[in-house]
Each structure stands twice: as C-alpha cells, then as structure tokens.
C-alpha cells in the first residue's frame, strides 16, 4: 500500500446525533442531563458510603464501589458531549479526540465486564465455600482481582486503539453515531476494514463470551448450592445475587447485540447504545441500594452524622 493511501486528509468528523429534529434533541436533553447527573450522584454516593462506613468492608462492597466508580467514568466518557451536542447544530469532533473517545469508552466497558465477572466470583466463594472466604478473598486477593480488572481493560482498548488508529480517513467526513465508536468510524475509513471488523469481534467477542460464561456457570453453581441452605439463608443470598444478575443482564445484553455479530447499519444500534451509556450506569446504584438493607442502613446513618453535624 502507497504512503498516499495512509495519508489522513480527514482531521475533524461530524456526528449526525441520534435524531435531527431540534424538538426531539431539546426533550432528550432535559431527560437526559438529570440521568447523566443521578449517575454521577447515585454512584458517587456509593463510593462515598463505602469508604466511610465501617459496616461495609466486605470485599463484596469493595468491589461495588470500585463499580460504582467505574460506572462513573464510563458514562462520562461519552454522555457530557453528547448532551452538549444535542443544543448544537453541528455535531464535531476531531480525529485525536474520537480515538480518545474510543480508547476510554472500550477501556471502561472492560474494566466494567471484568469487575462482574469477580463480584460473580465472590459471591461463588461467600455461599459455596464459606468457611474458606476470609482466606481465599483476603484483602491482598482484591486488590489483585481489581487490578486484574484495570489492566484487562487496558490491554482490551490498546488493542482496539492499535488497529484503529492506523487505517487512513479521506473523507467523507460524517459518522452516523452520537459518539464514536469503531464500527460507525471503520465506515468512513479510505481501505476495506472487513480484517480490522474481525479483530475487533474477536477481541471484544472473546471478553464478553468468557465472561458472560464465568457469570452464568458462577451463578447456576450458586443457585445448585443454594439448595442446602436455610430458608432464611438461600432469601438473603437470593436477594444479593439477583442485583448481580439484574445488572450483568442490563450490561451484556446490549453489549452482546452490539459487539458480538458482524458490522451493520441496524437503525436500533444508536438506541440500544442509548440504553447502555446513558441509562444502565444511572439504574446500577438503584438495583445494589434498593436490594441490600446493608448499604441502605449504611447511606441512612452517613447522612444521619452529616445532618446531625450541621445541626450543631
């Protein structure tokens, strides 16, 4: 291939949005902002609660506020832009800042995938293996786990970045997408991108099966376990991993149907991908507080000490 053919002549891309008609964008910014701003709050407080509460040390909670911290920064690698996008009229972004987009937005979603797929673990070890969980997840053992998450994530997205940041784009200049992501900028690239497709849905593929199969194999050994327990023992496991499954349902549902089938022009990606960036990370603080009396307790008795302090 000629020097010519990597040539970028293409430097700013335009985003056609979700809809186009400036009604419709000016509704989905009133919905969309006090969404984007419970996540932030929602999952913050979470975090919050969990590092002061001295009631939730488990590694349970600590993995959650590491979710929770994550959901965070997932959402805000994509929504602030996209609401800001929806009041303009042209939607752009520069070609270094649409890899960015990706490298992150990929990043996230992994570290994300990877840290349900532990908190399955955990919860395997809690109700199959009680006797031996304070040896098997000790402290040293989470931290290891958490960072397992951090770098699959980055391992995950230095590739996607890699094939991507290579492929030349000479115009034109539109993604049909409200963020960027690779399927929707392979189609503006100059070459035929069918080899850069595979590897992407080999990549992306490969995490999410493997996960989605560690998930589901935890959770049918749990529910096989929980069978001999106490009425009152299998509720209460029941409760904690029904939010589990609840979220990893939310989250790979829409992953799967994105990522895991060839490149297309479905129409319903956009608005699946609406469900996952902007929605799930907001519903994810509701489904572990509204389930778990600990957590609830915990938020009750932080903002019981900070209204008592203002008092005096």
Known sequence: MG?????????????????????????????????YLATVVGNGL??????????????????????SLVEICYSSTVVPKFITDLLTKIKTISLQGCMSQIFFFHFFGVVE??????????????????LHYTTIM??????FLVAGSWLGGLVHSTVQILVTVQLPFCGPNVIDHYFCDLHPLFKVACIDTFMEGVIVLANSG???????LILVFSYIVILVHLRNHSVEGRRKALSTCAS???????????????YLRPPSTFSEDKQVAVFYTVFTPMLNPIIYTLRNAEV?????????????????
């Open 296 to 312: 609830k307790n915990a938020m009750r008795r932080l903002w019981g000490k900070k209204v008592n302090s203002g008092v005096e």
């Open 3 to 35: 020097s010519t053919a990597r040539t970028n002549n293409v430097t700013v891309l335009i985003l056609t949005g979700l809809f186009q008609d400036p009604e419709v964008q000016r509704v989905c910014f009133v919905v969309f902002l006090p969404v």
């Open 138 to 143: 000790s402290r040293s053992a989470c931290h």
């Open 46 to 67: 979470i975090v919050l609660t969990v590092s002061v509460s001295k009631s939730l040390h488990s590694p349970m909670y600590f993995f959650l506020s590491y979710l």
């Open 244 to 258: 589990h499954i609840t979220v990893v349902i939310l989250f790979f549902g829409p992953a799967i149907f994105l």
């Open 113 to 130: 995938i990877l840290l349900l797929t532990v908190m399955a673990y955990d919860r395997y070890v809690a109700i199959c293996k009680p």
């Open 206 to 212: 490969l995490i999410s099966t493997l996960s989605f």
